[in-house]
């Protein structure tokens, strides 16, 4: 018995059932972690490889598959957000010091914002470009998706300064959310395997 009561126990006497996100939470989390990375190879792939290496629909397959994903993050960060405000998550411990447990809720605010700016530049972004129009866009090759219709509507070179900012603003989200993400996954690691606390299983299906 003693030995049962042991393993339910983790922090604060907390039952270990209390201590986990749902699975609805986790799930939300991995995908949108995955979809993320996924983008960001995509993101550096265009990026990085010298002119002439993809075919021109090659090219327009890993933008526009970019693209995709970044709308779906959009939509799957919308269906967190809700699903987060309706089911209360499990508080940290409470042994972490006042610091840690700042820096925790600071770290996951920056996220869920860089989350929602990072797809939102990009649309802004792919609105502003002056082929938009004769270039409609589609998710996954399948689903109609419109381009946000007063930045379409402007003129030609209001759109190409402001496809130029919107880039660069895309692009420094980006760079931020990776600083967050390596701070966060920096600190779960801290805490499993530095602290000796099983924070990790908090957010493992």
């Known amino acids: 018995m003693k030995t049962s009561i042991s393993t339910e126990i983790e922090f604060n006497d907390v039952p270990l059932a209390a201590q986990k996100y749902t699975r609805v939470a986790v ?13 960001v190879a995509l993101g550096l792939t265009a990026a990085l490889l010298p002119d002439g290496t993809l075919s021109d629909n090659g090219i327009r397959l890993v933008i526009d598959t970019h693209k995709s994903i970044g709308i779906t993050v959009l939509g799957l960060a919308i269906v967190r957000v809700l699903w987060r405000v309706t089911h209360r998550p499990p508080p940290l ?3 972490f ?9 600071l770290a996951h605010i920056a996220l869920y914002v860089l989350i929602f700016a990072l797809p939102l530049t990009g649309w802004l972004h792919d609105s502003a470009w002056v082929a938009a129009a004769s270039h409609p866009m ?7 998706w419109p381009r946000i219709g007063f930045i379409m509507n402007l003129d030609a070179a ?5 496809h130029s900012q919107f880039g660069v603003l895309h692009t420094a989200c980006s760079y931020a959310l990776y600083g967050v993400l390596a701070l966060h ?3 779960a690691l801290k ?6 606390h099983s924070v990790l299983r908090r957010m493992m299906p």
């Open 185 to 187: 996954v920096a600190g």
């Open 27 to 39: 799930l939300l989390h991995w995908l949108i972690a995955l979809l993320i990375l996924t983008n």
């Open 138 to 144: 589609y998710l996954f090759g399948l689903v109609p």
């Open 93 to 95: 411990p409470t042994h």
């Open 158 to 162: 209001t759109k190409e300064r402001l």
């Open 191 to 196: 805490h499993q395997w530095i602290d000796r």
């Open 97 to 105: 010091p006042g610091w840690e447990q700042t820096a925790a809720h």
